[in-house]
């Protein structure tokens, strides 16, 4: 009885809609419903799962720093782990609380912090701009397979450490873990298929005899050393930036590519001002949001925007919703570079804020900065295919034509 | 309501009247003062919302927690004794504060 509870609204006088936030149709394009969800209230209740969903910027960053109310360690998806067997052993990060939470996170919060990206950001700037050098005379590219896949599985996995040799396993243990946070659809089904193959490659890839000494992951084992964290911890902090390191970046590159082309005014702006490249990346993530979405689990019952939340609820932040909120943005759908859009939620907020948000950042700005300073114009030259997934707002192709100066 | 001052490196002060509970890098930001950029949102992420607190105000805060001194040894501008990080700053009701803006965040 009470599952069946558990998927039913505390009562009617409650906002509710009648939304499959993963479906096909929702996830190719989610902003008509996110504006229903957010004109409906600050926090509706989805029939399609039984869950609650918040899609305002205020309640969605409220939620979020709420984490003694809301918490991470029954799953950041649709699964909770207090009554679900969670699909994979749970992050020691992304789904902990503290103070698990804070040990991990204090670990890795140093390794990629501003000071560490100083330390790379030579090495990702001369990568960035030998591919683009050859992406501009190449001409015409998939901006996805060929610029937004390829760049961050050079520069990343080389400052983790990692083998040069079947680096593009990440691309489908990424995949499969961020359709995880939804439900066992069809999407989940066949990221699951694609993934099986190479799950033995990429666990393998944690260990610490596979890691470059002195690069991101070997820095975890040496915090193992001093004892800091665990010898059994440090394997799955590795796997933390496998997971997360590689498929977001993509996307939020190849989200702010998509952008650009789309809008030919904003990408003159960064031509005629290349040092935008950085708040460009900004606001595109705002208006594409790489990460959709997140889960939170309600503690215990507690009163959230007026609403009798019960212990055990789940609640969907619709960080990509918050992103493009009236309330929060003026003139939300436009996507202007020069914005300066402090306060998005697109790497979520509060203690569990993506902790590698310098390493995309520097990424996003040095593509972008070296595409500015070489390309006067890029252009669709196809159909962008997008790949739907139950998190990510992710890209298949981008057929593009990079115009050189 | 309280009062933030911000004094900029060539001197140019701009006084700012917010509600309590706002952080100094979000005032600071929702009324457009550059030499602010709080790039990560109040994070503690970034260390690009670095101020030198007035001696006088400092004691008003309570001392940074872990992940702000861990922040604060990534500002781009030399640390102070008086360095803290703007979006761990929340003011009170009637507070009167003044902070120095560093060279450079970035």
Known sequence: MQTIQKHEAPDSSV???????????????????????????????????????????????????????????????????????????????????????????????????????????????KEAELLVDRLVQQGDIDAVKELGEVYPLKVFPDAVGLTEKGRENLLLYGNMVFNAFGPRNHIFQEAVERYEPVREWVMNQCRREELRPGGFGDQIYQAADAGEISYDEAPMLVRSFLSAGVDTTVNGIGNALFSLAGHPDQYAKLVA???????????????????????????????????????????????????????????????????????HMAFGSGIHGCVGQAVARLEGELILTALAKRAKRIEFTGEPVRRLNNTLRAFDSLPMRLIPH | MATIKYIDQAGGETVLAVPAGTSVMQAAINNGLPGIVGECGGSAMCATCHVYVDEHDIHKFEPPGAPEREMLECTSAPLRETSRLGCQLAVREGDMITVRLPESQQ
């Open chain 1, 15 to 125: 906002p509710s809609l009648d939304i499959d936030p993963f479906s096909d149709d929702f996830l190719t394009n989610p902003y008509p419903y996110h504006e229903r969800m957010r004109d409906a209230g600050e926090l509706v209740w989805l029939e399609s799962y039984g869950i609650w969903a918040s899609a305002r910027h205020e309640a969605v960053r409220a939620g979020l720093n709420d984490w003694q109310n809301f918490i991470s360690s029954a799953g950041v998806g649709l699964a909770n782990f207090r009554t679900e067997k969670p699909f994979r052993p749970p992050s020691l990060i992304l789904e902990a609380d503290p103070p698990q939470h804070t040990r991990s996170r204090t670990v890795l919060a140093r390794i990629l912090s501003p000071r560490a990206m100083q330390q790379v950001r030579e090495d990702f700037q």
């Open chain 1, 273 to 343: 001002r290349p040092e935008l490249a950085r708040p460009a990346f900004e606001e595109g993530l705002r208006y594409e949001s790489a990460v959709q979405t997140f889960f939170r689990t309600v503690n215990r019952s507690v009163e959230f925007c007026g609403l009798p939340l019960r212990e055990n609820d789940k609640v969907l932040f619709f960080l990509a919703a918050a992103n493009r909120d009236p309330r929060q943005w003026p003139n939300p759908d436009v996507f202007d570079i020069e914005r300066k859009p402090v306060g």
